[in-house]
């Protein structure tokens, strides 16, 4: 899908969709905004339910200030004018109240950026403005003050974050990625310190190259070949919708044959990914005129050393990276499934992915179908694709229940002869 193509109410309905539906908002809270090439502003409507917008409700105000529409424009209109004012190369604004950045909001502090590489990448520099009253030239002001000073982002005090950008996806997906900031960093405080990356560490993961592949011209598919796209696509769909991948993070990737697999492309978005994104890589090189993940060769040395794996996801969903970004262990030994899914999982040196790929892929041994590289992912291994999604669902829900059972008491683990017991049972990999 390209969309930018779209026209700018339908963009605006398709993301407040999101937003909406992925709990970032409630019916009555939150705005979007495009200002498109005549200098008019797009915007969504006041008091009309966000779980039900349609184009017809999205309001234009016109450049000269007259309103075209069926309703009135959202009563926060004023600062997105402020920031349109203030900032003219931003061409969209998003405006809401998820509940982790308003607990940012509430005690007046910023997310920190660098707890993983990607995130400080996607969203720049971050601003705090002072509370101001909803609606009024006075908020508009001061947060346009903070936009003046080159931040994309502005937690607002007490009330929750406006995000700006040149493309109303481009600004939803810095959007979502500070919401997932907030909530990864809430919920790696529930166990420990937080230790973040290294400015240094930060321009490692910027400057990793794509792979240099040849490319080729693909002429026809397989009906196999059809069919793992199309199961690839429903479960990048399903991890998207679960929060297990964001829009612009998350790879998966399947075995095709002895030399070649599947892979998400670079820099599409998951929730719409379509089987004509996914690049095959091969010994003659990679589709043309496609971009495959820059994890690749990583994706490539697992296949080579291991003929047990058919299947590789890399991802970073929040409970589980609590434990990357803190010096926590995470223990698979909480209820029988956990173990016989997960094993002991490994934590990595921030970088050993992308820095040693070929010494990281040795891990993937039959009793070790996953690691942890700190500061960074997950990355899970499975006899099939259904098989490796299933365990980074176990993985999370896993460490999600670790995370909540500390809030109410000891963690009792599984004794060590229930483990020999689980191994004996299920004929797992000493």
Known sequence: MDFGLLHPAEQIVMIMERIYGYGMTTTSGGNLSIKDEDGNIWISPAGVDKGSLGMRDIVCVKKDGTVEGIHKPSSEYPFHKSIYEARPDLQAIVHAHP??????????????????????????????????????????????????????????????????????????????????????????????????????????????????????????????????????????????????????????????????????????????????????????????????SRSVTMHQEIYKQHPHVNAVIIAHPPNIMAFAITDEKFDSRTIPESYIMLREIPKLPFGANFMEPRKTAEIFEEKTPIAMVRNDCVIVTGSSLLNAFDRLEVLEYSAKAVLDAKMIGELVKIENSAVEELIEAFHLKK
């Open 99 to 292: 509940p982790a950045l308003v607990a940012f909001s509430i005690v007046r502090k910023l997310p920190d950026t660098q707890l993983i590489p990607n995130i400080k990448l996607v969203c720049g520099g971050i601003g705090l403005a002072r509370y101001g009253l909803p609606g009024s030239n006075d908020l508009g002001e001061k947060i346009a003050r903070e936009f003046i000073k080159g931040n994309n982002s502005v937690i607002l005090e007490n009330h929750g974050v406006v995000v700006g950008g040149k493309t109303l996806f481009e600004t939803f997906m810095a959007f979502e990625t500070l919401d997932f900031c907030a909530r990864l960093e809430i919920r790696a405080r529930s166990i420990g310190n937080t230790i973040p990356l290294s400015n240094i560490e930060i321009e490692l993961s910027k400057n990793k190259n794509h792979e240099e592949l040849e490319e080729y011209c693909e002429e026809t598919y397989s009906t196999r070949e059809k069919e793992l796209r199309r199961e690839m696509c429903q479960l990048i769909h399903r991890s998207y919708d679960q929060q297990l991948f964001t829009s612009s993070q998350g790879t998966f990737s399947q075995r095709l044959n002895a030399d070649s697999f599947i892979i998400t492309p670079y820099g599409k978005d998951r929730k719409y990914m379509e089987v004509g994104d996914l690049v095959k890589v091969c010994q003659k090189g990679k589709e043309k005129g496609k971009l495959p």
